[in-house]
C-alpha cells in the first residue's frame, strides 16, 4: 500500500522510541515528521524532525508541513516527579496535548491517536487518572474523522530512566509471561514493542478506512490482537 505521511509528537522515552521504530520498519517506510524538543538520532532519511525546546510552538508548526500529513500519533507524556508538581505535569499531559490535537485538527489533519492509559476515570482519587479521562474526553470533542484512544496496561521494556516501583512490576509481568507463554500477563501488561505495533496497525485500518469514521478505543485485549496475534508486518 502507499503509506500516509505521518506526524508524530515523539518524546525519548520507552513507548515513544518503540512506536518511531515500528513506523520506521514498515515497507515501504513512511514519511514521517517527529516534532521533539532535541535530536532522535536515528539515523533515518526517513524521519524528518522539527526541534524546538519552546512546545508552545509545536502545534502551529504542524501548518508548515506539506502536503498535510494523514495521521498524527500523540506518546507525549510525563510523571510529576519529571515535571517537578503536578501543575507542571498537567501542562505536559494535559494542556499540550490538547494543543496538539487541535493544530492537528486545524492543520487537516483526519486520523489522531493518543497513547492513553487502561483503568482511568474522571471520578478517580488520583489526579493523574483524573487527568488522563479528561483529556480522552477533550479530544474526543476536536472532532477527527477518526480518534484512536490507546489504553495500554503496565508498559513493559527497558527504561533510560530509573522508576523503582515500576521496575519491580516489570520484572513481574516479565517473569509472569515468561512462565504463562505471556496470558498471565496480557489482561495487566504488555510489551511496548506490542503497543507500537497496535498503534501502527491501528492507524494503517483507519487509513484504509477499513474502520468506520468516530472514536475507537483500544483496550488490552485489542492491542495484544492488533500488535501481536494479528500482526504480520506490513508489506
Request: proline share 5%; hydrophobic share 40%; glycine share 8%.
Amino acid at each position: 500500500m502507499n503509506f500516509p505521511q505521518w506526524t508524530y509528537q515523539i518524546p525519548k522515552t520507552l513507548q515513544g522510541s518503540q512506536i518511531l521504530a515500528t513506523l520506521s520498519s514498515l515497507s515501504p517506510t513512511p514519511s514521517i515528521h517527529a516534532i521533539t524538543r532535541r535530536n532522535l538520532t536515528t539515523g533515518s532519511t526517513h524521519v524528518k524532525e522539527i526541534i524546538s525546546e519552546d512546545t508552545s510552538t509545536w502545534s502551529t508548526s504542524l501548518k508548515s508541513i506539506q502536503p498535510s500529513p494523514k495521521a498524527f500519533i500523540s506518546a507525549l507524556g510525563t510523571t510529576k516527579s519529571q515535571a517537578g508538581s503536578l501543575e507542571a505535569q498537567r501542562a505536559i499531559d494535559y494542556d499540550l496535548n490538547l494543543s496538539l490535537a487541535r493544530g492537528a485538527k486545524e492543520s487537516g489533519i483526519n486520523i489522531y491517536i493518543l497513547i492513553s492509559s487502561a483503568g482511568i476515570s474522571k471520578t478517580s482519587p488520583f489526579p493523574y487518572s483524573r487527568m488522563k479521562a479528561e483529556l480522552e474526553e477533550a479530544v474526543k470533542g476536536v472532532g477527527f474523522q477518526y480518534t484512536v484512544i490507546v489504553q495500554p496496561g503496565k508498559l513493559v521494556g527497558t527504561r533510560n530512566d530509573s522508576r523503582p516501583a515500576e521496575d519491580v512490576l516489570t520484572a513481574l509481568a516479565k517473569g509472569l509471561g515468561s512462565m504463562s507463554k505471556k496470558w498471565l500477563a496480557d489482561w495487566w501488561a504488555q510489551d511496548v514493542d506490542v503497543i507500537g505495533r497496535a498503534v501502527v496497525a491501528a492507524a494503517i485500518e483507519c487509513a484504509e478506512s477499513k474502520r468506520k469514521p468516530g472514536v475507537w478505543e483500544i483496550g488490552q485485549a485489542e492491542i495484544i490482537k492488533l500488535g501481536r496475534t494479528d500482526w504480520k508486518g506490513v508489506k
